[in-house]
Antibody, heavy 119, light 106 residues
Framework: QVQLQESGPGLVKPSETLSLTCTVSGYSLSSHYYWGWIRQPPGKGLEWIGNIYHSGSTYYNPSLKSRVTVSVDMSKNQFSLKLSSVTAADTAVYYC????????????WGQGTLVTVSS | SYEVTQPPSVSVSPGQTATITCSGDKLGDKNTCWYQQKPGRSPVLVIYEDDKRPSGIPERFSGSNSGNTATLTISETQAMDEADYHCQAWDTTSWVFGGGTKLTVL
């Protein structure tokens, strides 16, 4: 059974870069799935950030595209998120998740990690 | 960019049928799915590809999608179904979420 676990700093200063890693166990990143990041500001809805396929193809939310990089490390079975020039509006719970290639839905999620942007 | 819209809240009495909608331009032409999220927990997929239930999801959860509206229906609603429900569509390389609907079981 696939398991996903987010890790990274819980506090980031404004204008700096938010960096998170998702470690996947029980399943290979080289399988036919997308691997993605979704966030949820406190008390608000879900916002898709970006996905990556093992080939390296990436797909980003147009509203965040200029600040987002998603990458994959096949040797560690991990994928990562970098979000640059953060502001308080980027404070959220960040989830990593697996998306079906066929159905385009996220069928497995990590537990989420709260990232606060504050000086 | 594509957008989908949900009502902020829906109320239902125990044992009754809850209906949650998700609206978007020609949404019926797109793959739509639904997630249940309880407080402090990660979302759980309850409907995918408009009307399919993942293994382990009770039969009382069903979905449909036609025209501009996708619908999540919960039959014989139980107290344990009280949660936030999020619809999600896919539109030309973008995954799009609705704003979420809080289902209250009164």
């Amino acid at each position: 059974q696939v398991q996903l676990q987010e890790s990274g700093p819980g506090l980031v200063k404004p204008s700096e870069t938010l960096s998170l890693t998702c470690t996947v166990s029980g399943y290979s990143l080289s399988s036919h799935y997308y691997w993605g990041w979704i966030r949820q500001p406190p008390g608000k809805g879900l916002e898709w950030i970006g996905n990556i396929y093992h080939s390296g193809s990436t797909y980003y939310n147009p509203s965040l595209k200029s600040r987002v990089t998603v990458s994959v490390d096949m040797s560690k079975n991990q994928f990562s998120l970098k979000l640059s020039s953060v502001t308080a509006a980027d404070t959220a719970v960040y989830y990593c998740a697996r998306a079906s290639l066929e159905y385009l839905s996220f069928d497995s999620w990590g537990q989420g990690t709260l990232v606060t942007v504050s000086s | 960019s594509y957008e989908v819209t949900q009502p902020p809240s829906v109320s239902v009495s125990p044992g009754q049928t809850a209906t949650i909608t998700c609206s978007g331009d020609k949404l019926g032409d797109k793959n739509t799915c639904w997630y249940q999220q309880k407080p402090g927990r990660s979302p759980v997929l309850v409907i995918y590809e408009d009307d399919k239930r993942p293994s382990g999801i009770p039969e009382r959860f069903s979905g449909s999608n036609s025209g501009n509206t996708a619908t999540l229906t919960i039959s014989e609603t139980q107290a344990m179904d009280e949660a936030d429900y999020h619809c999600q569509a896919w539109d030309t390389t973008s995954w799009v979420f609705g704003g979420g609907t809080k289902l209250t079981v009164l």
